[in-house]
């Protein structure tokens, strides 16, 4: 595929060496189905000596492949013909376009959370050298047990209407679409923060999100999920060079840190770890605030 549409953001101070490419750069890589406005998460920390001070950094945050708002089913309106992709091939996707676009072969660093800590993952065990660090947050290093059968449910679920493989947009389609995605309710918010909710609170909640699940595409969120159930790279963490910061929460239902986190610091030379406390549960990007002198000292590695 060629002349693809990559959607991006930056902000920060782009800082040059002598031949004039930006070294102090910094890739924020978003979850699933995310793009480039993920990269608000760390906006909190973005101030004057802050773990990601803008004055210090220049961040860059690409809407990967295969969401909407970069090349994807459905923005090439391929739909079901779109070809298939793995996470390496959102590395490189990413890879590519930052070198024709900004001359940038070597980053400072990468942040990734959920998904995009699998492409962070990815992008050091592939390319040692690429990054001096990664920050890698609620994730994991394969998606296994609960949170393949997970992903395998809502693959069956969009699988077993007959209109998936139309290739167009239907009534029904978009409720299977909603379908499947109310499948991830559960895997967000804490189990915790969900009990705590009267039955009403919970229902409006529920429906919230099923409603703004429909505003995503069927065929996107199918090729994403089938990249994701497929992430595996346990055997390879020993070829990470790069510094890596894992930050985990005690409350995520997705990758709980004794499952993921704890044994992915067993599997890798220099490494750091970070549990959180979070009702956001798998959310807890949106609360990194919290945890602010860990991510300041990890930085100052890096000034």
Do not use: W
């Not at 693959?155 to 009534?171: A, R």
């Amino acid at each position: 595929m060629n002349n693809l549409k990559v959607e991006y953001m930056t902000f920060g101070s782009p800082i040059y060496d002598a031949r004039g490419v930006i070294k102090n750069v910094i890739i924020y890589c978003h979850g699933s189905l995310g793009n480039f406005s993920s990269m608000k998460k760390i906006f909190p920390l973005t101030y004057k000596n802050g773990p990601f001070d803008e004055d210090k950094y220049f961040v860059i945050c690409i809407s990967a492949l295969g969401s909407p708002g970069s090349c994807s089913p459905s923005t090439t309106d391929l739909k079901n013909k779109f070809p298939k992709y793995s996470i390496l091939d959102l590395v490189n996707f990413q890879k590519e376009f930052l070198e024709e676009k900004f001359n940038i072969t070597h980053v400072l660093g990468i942040i990734g959370n959920s998904m995009g800590g699998f492409v962070g993952l990815t992008s050091t065990i592939h390319y040692p050298d690429y990054a001096d660090f990664l920050i890698c947050g609620v994730s994991s290093y394969k998606v296994a047990g609960h949170d393949y059968i997970l992903s395998r449910y809502v693959n069956d679920i969009i699988e077993s209407d007959p209109d998936y493989l139309k290739g167009e947009m239907t009534y029904s389609l978009l409720r299977t679409l909603r379908l499947a995605s109310l499948a991830e309710f559960n895997f967000g918010l804490s189990k915790k923060a969900l009990r705590d909710m009267s039955l009403e609170e919970l229902n409006a909640e529920y429906e919230s999100f099923g409603n703004e699940s429909m505003e995503m595409d069927i065929f996107d969120l199918k090729y994403c999920n089938e990249a994701c159930m497929n992430f595996n790279v346990e055997e390879n963490l020993d070829k990470i060079t790069s510094k890596v910061l894992i930050i985990a929460c005690n409350q995520d239902p997705h990758f709980p840190p004794e499952l993921d986190a704890f044994p992915m610091f067993d599997m890798i030379d220099d490494v750091e770890l970070v549990v959180m406390d979070s009702d956001l549960g798998h959310l807890c990007f949106n609360e990194l605030e919290n945890i602010i002198c860990e991510l300041n000292e990890f930085m100052g590695y890096f000034e």
